[in-house]
């Protein structure tokens, strides 16, 4: 009698706490059900990329010393850096460059600890293709800089959401030259300077 009784008081607490997870759940839902959608109509309007966005790479042939530094960091050993030694100059001399953005995970190193400033991520993300092998960029490949968003005529660029000014929600009569939300990090340093004066 007791088993029976401990039996359905461990499926009444079950049920409830079954039913408290749903309404979590659907609690999420409903509170998604009063947003406003933030849908862009892709090829005809593309999101503006953040200001420290990590797209594809760029190189600068002229600028590379062929140091490898960028292999060396590269998580995945990726970049691959062909050199011959001049023996006149005893200096290296770049023969060719490729990074194959089908394996590259975009995380920067080889930009940040580059000593020569000769790589620098874009904000070009549209790197699809139908081969594989069109995503094994060579210097030449990697040396064009890509379109802004901001500059093709047949594209509607759109802020992101976080970006709009406050109280803003439709980035779609926004004027260009209106300021993102937040604090640029000189008003942030005038105000802690005030702050401190006072």
Known sequence: MFKFLKQVGD???ETVQAAKYIGQGLSVTFDHMQRRPVTVQYPYEKLIPSERYR???HFEFDKCIACEVCV??????????DWEFNKETKKKKLNHYSIDFGVCIFCGNCVEYCPTNCLSMTEEYEL???DRHELNYDNVALGRLPYKVTDDPMVTPLREFAY???GVDDPHDLPPESQR??????EIMEAMKAGASE
Request: aromatic share 8%; net charge positive; glycine share 8%.
């Open 128 to 130: 699809a293709s139908f």
């Open 55 to 57: 797209g594809r790479i």
């Open 72 to 81: 060396r960091v590269c998580p995945i050993n990726l970049p691959v850096v």
């Open 164 to 166: 709009l000014p406050k």
């Open 181 to 186: 939300a937040g604090q640029r990090p000189e």
């Open 11 to 13: 499926y009444a607490k």
